[in-house]
């Protein structure tokens, strides 16, 4: 399978510990992304990253949050001191710099890492 | 300030019937647009796109349109399948960054 993967699936923490995501894109993509979603809204964007920089960070994204891609392949995202609003699918997608003619910027998602928090 | 509306939170439609799935939105400088189909438990799942020079694409059974005087786009699925039950989610592009709707519901009923 060659799509995109995250580990754990599922993740249930209690409140004030951290908690480290990992996500695993398409292997060619030079563009990964992070997004947050909760019940009944679409998902929403965290942080971007083109190679191993992190270039765009959502002011969603709280001093408690950090995300890296030291080798410009895998990423992780490390939630420190969870709090209940923190319970979310994280939701990780990559795509191509640049895709030829018609590309749109089509971003292709993980099957996501629910976090519950009690 | 909500830039991608769905404003319809559910749809049913008989199977074989056309699914009409509609999205506006408010930022005249996004330059793409995207479908996705989300299951439960699952991660988006793409569609199909469309680049904000055009007004229509299609890809199989889906077509998406585009006005962008009215700043409203379209998903079309013809004719619509039981498979095709999810929440669909419109998403509009800007560089890299994507704003998503909060999705509707669509129930195909066999």
């Known amino acids: 399978d060659t799509g995109v993967s995250q580990n754990p699936r599922h993740k249930i923490t209690k409140r004030g510990q951290n908690v480290t995501f990992r996500c695993d894109p398409i292997?060619?993509?030079?563009?990964l992304y992070w997004y947050r979603q909760t019940l009944g809204q679409g998902p929403e964007f965290l942080t971007y990253?083109?190679?191993?920089?992190?270039?765009?960070k959502s002011r969603l994204l709280s001093d408690r949050f950090s995300a890296e891609r030291p080798k410009g392949s895998f990423s992780t995202l490390e939630i420190q001191r969870t709090e209940q609003g923190d319970s979310a699918m994280y939701l990780c997608?990559?795509?191509?710099?640049?895709?030829?003619?018609?590309?749109?910027?089509?971003?292709?998602f993980g099957p996501g890492t629910r976090l519950t928090v009690l | 300030d909500q830039q991608v509306k769905q404003n319809s939170p559910s749809l049913s439609v008989q199977e074989g019937r056309i699914s009409i799935l509609n999205c506006d939105y408010t930022?005249?400088?996004?330059?793409?647009f995207l479908w996705y189909k989300k299951y439960p438990a699952e991660g988006p799942t793409f569609l199909i796109s469309?680049?904000?020079?055009?007004d229509k694409n299609e890809d199989g059974r889906f077509t998406v349109f585009l006005n962008k005087s009215a700043k409203h786009l379209s998903l079309h699925i013809v004719p619509s399948q039981p498979g095709d039950s999810a929440v669909y989610f419109c998403?509009?592009?800007?560089?890299?960054?994507?704003?998503f709707g909060k999705g509707t519901k669509l129930s195909v009923i066999p």
């Open positions: 469309i680049s904000s020079i055009k």
């Open positions: 930022n005249s400088m996004f330059d793409y």
């Open positions: 997608a990559s795509s191509l710099l640049a895709g030829g003619p018609g590309h749109n910027n089509e971003q292709f």
């Open positions: 292997s060619e993509h030079n563009r």
């Open positions: 998403a509009a592009g800007r560089s890299y960054q994507l704003t």
């Open positions: 990253f083109q190679n191993e920089a992190q270039l765009e």
